[in-house]
């Protein structure tokens, strides 16, 4: 990737590069739209502030300030000549490496006004596990700990929200690649329920979901990936308490005590004060687990098997009964509760050499096959430092309820509701 002089991009109405990384995509877009930034310099900040950050990162694979430049004169040009509103006008966006320009999510998000910077990292082929990150540069570091993996897939898409390099990104979802390194990075993930946009595999499991720092950010985002009305209030707190069943495992999962922990604690923290934003209900949570059923929707049978034709039909009953076995078992779990509540990983990021023996998926691709939307929250950090995230699910088509609880999360981190 070439990197540019930062010269280029200064943009003195923004005053520097932290002043750029302390809007979020909302403010960013109200002011463009009246006329108090232009999209063009709202770029060229971007660009700077990547310039600037991610050689000791490495979470963009290829920037694109010519095209980024044009598209955001199309932006301002609306706005100046035809009166356009856009609901994103002029945000950065960064794009999963695996996406690029013409996929529907990028495609839609332009349309609302986003301005595409570059490209993020991905795992790239040769490698077993996902949760990382490759560039030509080196691998792609956490920003909240070089030592860490920022997860994956969507590992640059995260990196380059929470490190402030762009307020938005994209990333794409099929067993926890957006929620994964939301969690790790300390930043918000959202995989929306399947179906809602078409999948991005033959499977259906794999589903686009922004990377973002605000719980506004996320829900314009939303809209805009889904055409649905975007002026609308913030998301704000629950009209009343969700209630909220917990599990650490899902009933098969070999989850860290110290993670449960914490993403417990930020649970219990939702329930009191003026936040009041979630009301614990004790509900059995026992799923089966997944792990054999993802596999064959994902990958189909096992082709090594002596009688293939033979092998493949009982992997796909077998698939089947557990597909079916654990909607039945979520049925009966938001049957009683609005919420189910779990860690978003079992353990703590691990390091650049690989997992290990850990499954970082563990609890996150249940909800690839039952379709069910599910969130990442920062919940704050292990007694040794590492960062955690707090899943919430919710029933299908219910997104409301994650990003309500989400902005009622946002105001306890920012002291407002205690």
């Not at 909220?244 to 604690?265: K, Q, Y």
């Amino acid at each position: 990737m070439s990197t540019p002089d930062p010269g280029r991009f200064a943009s003195p109405a923004l005053g520097t590069a932290d002043g750029y990384a302390a809007l979020s995509a909302c403010e960013i877009a109200a002011a463009v739209n009246a006329g108090r930034l232009s999209a063009r310099e709202v770029a060229a900040a971007a660009l700077e502030r990547i310039a600037r950050d991610d050689v000791g990162l490495r979470a963009f694979t290829a920037l694109w300030p010519q095209q980024a430049a044009e598209h955001a004169e199309l932006i301002d040009r609306r706005i100046r000549e035809e009166g356009a509103r856009l609901p994103l006008a002029g945000v950065p966006l960064a794009v999963k490496g695996t996406e690029g320009l013409e996929s529907l999510q990028t495609t839609r998000l332009m349309a609302a006004g986003c301005v595409p910077v570059g490209a993020t990292s991905t795992p790239g082929r040769g490698t077993r596990w996902q949760t990382w990150g490759a560039t030509a540069r080196g691998v792609t570091l956490n920003p909240l700990g070089r030592q860490w993996s920022p997860g994956g897939s969507s590992a640059g898409s995260a990196v380059a929200v929470a490190a402030g390099m762009v307020p938005l990104a994209t990333g794409s979802d099929g067993a926890g690649s957006v929620r994964i390194p939301a969690a790790w990075c300390g930043v918000i993930g959202l995989k929306p329920t399947n179906g809602l946009v078409p999948a991005r595999d033959r499977a259906g499991l794999n589903i686009a979901g922004p990377l973002a720092r605000h719980v506004q950010d996320a829900a314009a985002y939303l809209a805009a990936l889904t055409g649905t009305a975007a002026d609308g209030p913030p998301p704000s707190a629950p009209a009343r308490p969700l209630r909220t069943a917990w599990s650490s495992t899902l009933g098969f999962a070999a989850t860290d005590p110290a993670v449960a922990a914490t993403a417990r604690a930020c649970l219990e923290a939702l329930s009191r004060g003026k936040a009041r934003a979630v009301e614990a209900v004790e509900v059995p949570v026992r799923l089966p687990d997944p792990a054999r059923c993802w596999q064959t929707l994902r990958h189909g049978p096992d082709p090594a098997a002596a009688d293939p034709a033979a092998a493949g039909a009982s992997e796909r009953a077998a698939a089947a009964r557990t597909k079916a076995a654990l909607g039945a078992a979520l049925d009966g779990v938001f049957a009683e509760a609005d919420l189910l509540a779990t860690p978003t990983t079992p353990h703590a990021p691990h390091g650049h050499d690989g997992p290990g023996d850990s499954l970082s998926v563990a609890l996150t691709w249940a909800f690839n096959i039952s379709g069910h939307p599910a969130i990442s929250l920062p919940a704050g950090r292990t007694p040794a430092g590492e960062p955690v995230g707090l899943q919430l699910v919710a029933r299908h088509g219910r997104e409301a309820d994650l990003l309500a609880v989400a902005a009622a999360a946002e105001a306890v981190a920012q002291g407002e509701g205690l």
